[in-house]
């Protein structure tokens, strides 16, 4: 019987810093109903891994960074974006007028997103051709991230008391233009450092 390609010692680390880090996110969380709808991405996320994992397992870079992006959803969840104490610090610092950690959040929207579109288009042989992938992966990602807009507005129509928390402008009034803005850098910046060892790894899970 041919071995998994992730390593237990790694599936085991993997899952006691998701769930870790998920208990501790959830315990004294600001406001419980800003922490749920900050935590269901990476909810929904390890659910889609577990019924694909052993079907269709990603690169091993791809599971570590989907992990980091859980973790920074799980931190915002917990604070709320526009209170993480560190960015806190930061602002005072630096005389700046907002929290930006939500700029990381939309950073790394754009970083993990662009990676697992980029590996679905070319395993699946969606596309051909490394710039029609690349483009198209940048479309989804930016597809994405207008989709959360859309989610974040929807809540703000909904739920007066969780949309400030959730939506965490700050006063912004360009925080959804900043947002896309921030999504499409982060997919630029992952494609530019990461592609190709995407592909070395990409052929390995191929051949």
Same mark, same amino acid.
């Given at each position: 019987?041919?071995?998994?390609?992730?390593?237990?010692?790694?599936?085991?680390?993997?899952l006691?810093?998701?769930f870790g880090?998920l208990?501790?996110?959830?315990?004294?969380?600001?406001?419980?109903?800003?922490?749920?709808?900050?935590?269901?991405?990476?909810?929904?996320?390890?659910?889609?891994?577990?019924?694909?994992?052993?079907?269709?397992p990603?690169?091993?870079?791809?599971?570590?960074?989907?992990?980091?992006?859980?973790?920074?959803?799980?931190? =915002? =969840?917990?604070?709320?974006?526009?209170?993480?104490?560190?960015?806190?610090?930061?602002?005072?610092?630096?005389?700046q007028?907002?929290n930006?950690?939500?700029?990381?959040?939309?950073?790394?929207?754009?970083f993990?997103?662009?990676?697992?579109a980029?590996?679905?288009l070319?395993?699946?042989?969606?596309?051909?051709?490394?710039?029609?992938?690349?483009?198209?992966? =940048?479309?989804?990602?930016?597809?994405?991230?207008a989709?959360?807009?859309?989610?974040?507005?929807?809540?703000?129509?909904?739920?007066?008391?969780?949309?400030d928390?959730?939506?965490?402008?700050?006063?912004?009034?360009?925080?959804?233009?900043s947002?896309?803005?921030?999504?499409?850098l982060?997919?630029?910046v992952?494609?530019?450092?990461?592609s190709?060892?995407?592909?070395?790894?990409?052929?390995?899970?191929?051949?």
């Amino acid at each position: 019987m041919q071995a998994h390609p992730v390593p237990m010692t790694a599936r085991i680390v993997w899952l006691a810093t998701f769930f870790g880090v998920l208990a501790w996110s959830v315990i004294d969380a600001k406001d419980l109903a800003t922490w749920a709808l900050e935590v269901f991405p990476a909810v929904i996320g390890i659910v889609v891994m577990a019924f694909t994992f052993n079907r269709f397992p990603l690169t091993n870079l791809l599971y570590w960074l989907i992990l980091v992006h859980c973790l920074i959803l799980m931190v =915002g =969840g917990h604070y709320t974006y526009a209170e993480v104490p560190l960015f806190d610090w930061i602002k005072e610092a630096f005389g700046q007028s907002r929290n930006n950690y939500d700029k990381v959040g939309h950073f790394a929207q754009g970083f993990v997103p662009v990676l697992i579109a980029r590996e679905l288009l070319m395993r699946l042989r969606v596309v051909n051709g490394p710039r029609w992938v690349n483009f198209l992966s =940048g479309c989804v990602t930016l597809a994405i991230s207008a989709f959360y807009e859309l989610i974040e507005w929807f809540v703000a129509l909904v739920s007066d008391e969780a949309a400030d928390s959730f939506l965490g402008t700050q006063g912004y009034i360009w925080d959804t233009q900043s947002d896309m803005g921030w999504a499409l850098l982060g997919a630029i910046v992952s494609l530019t450092l990461l592609s190709r060892w995407h592909d070395r790894l990409i052929a390995e899970r191929m051949a």
